[in-house]
């Protein structure tokens, strides 16, 4: 018996021995693999941030995404921000939630990065990226009112997605990213941070435990999987009869106040919603929910249309034009995922980056130096 257990011991220690020679040769060659457990804090002002001067590696194997980002010091996914802001440059704002952020992408990968480079071919300018991951409407209220502003923008572009529809009276702002990132926890996560190995078979872990989930719901006819509000603005057209609607117009006339106390101008725009231009998306919902509604794939961008009438303010919806070209250049959002891979940010950001020109013609927005 003592025998027994005497080789056990020595074929299990030898296995952990060999595995954490292993890591030690890939934390000497490759580095520490930077994940972090929670890469938030808490903010009293709106709600939490993107800790400041981080580096993280954000990845999914399942959905088939694996970023490095990197926040500066104000706790933004971009570049150090100047300010004062240097004469002569033409600064844009991006706010908004993971859409905006594209955590899921490397940073030269973004729209954000896409348009700043086509812009910046006449004229010097930064767009600031101050998206983040599970942010409502009430943190992006918040954001701007507390720190947004004070970075000078020349123009502030808000990113829609269906989830900002808000049914709340009282300015609620999320605590935090429920999925916080697909980040590990625990004493694991903590582990993970330089254990490659370890990073490796909780990233596994992820693969395996999303795949049953999502295999489980695909089984059970009855349930339908739909993010945030997009319901809501497949299946109804009276807005102005229906609160949620209206708090949110609310809501973003005080982002269009807040931004003209300031002569800043303000460019409302939506983030391509997989769920209204994928045609295998559109065939699920009309399928679930057809039968009991005449659904609208065109109620978000006719809503927001509606609201940007109302309040004075030029419009961005890239939708039509991510139709049109989806059979030609294929997939624009990772697997079973929302969010847009590198494809989905290049055409974005040459949309933005086109409007955003129009907007810059004279008589239109003015450019810091004709100010």
Known sequence: ???????????VGSVVGTLLLADIV??????P????????EPDARFGYRMRPNLEFVFASPYHGYHATVRTNELGLRDDP????KPSGTFRVLLIGDSMTAGLEVDKGATFEATSERLLGARRSTEVVNAGVRGYNLDNIVGYLDAAGLKLQPDLVVYVFTDNDLTTATTFQPEKGDISRGFSVHGFVGRVATYSHIAYRIEILRQRIALRRLR?????????VQLPGGIVSFLTNSNWPAHPGFILTAQRIEHLVRACAEREIPFLLA???QRETIDP??????TAQLGADHKLDFDGMSRYLDW?????????????????SRRARDGDYWFHKDGHLNDRGHRLLGELLAARIESLLEPGRVSAPDSR
């Open 26 to 31: 890939f934390l000497v060659v490759h580095g």
């Open 81 to 84: 921000v100047p300010l004062p």
């Open 215 to 223: 295999d489980r719901q695909q089984a059970d006819a009855t349930t």
């Open 33 to 40: 693999v930077r994940t972090v457990e929670n890469f938030y």
């Open 280 to 285: 295998e998306s559109r065939q699920f919902l």
């Open 1 to 11: 018996m003592r025998e027994r257990l005497g080789k056990l011991l020595l074929v």
């Open 270 to 272: 939506n983030a391509p």
């Open 307 to 323: 609201v940007a009438s109302k309040l004075e303010v030029p419009r961005f919806d890239p939708t039509p034009e991510f139709r």
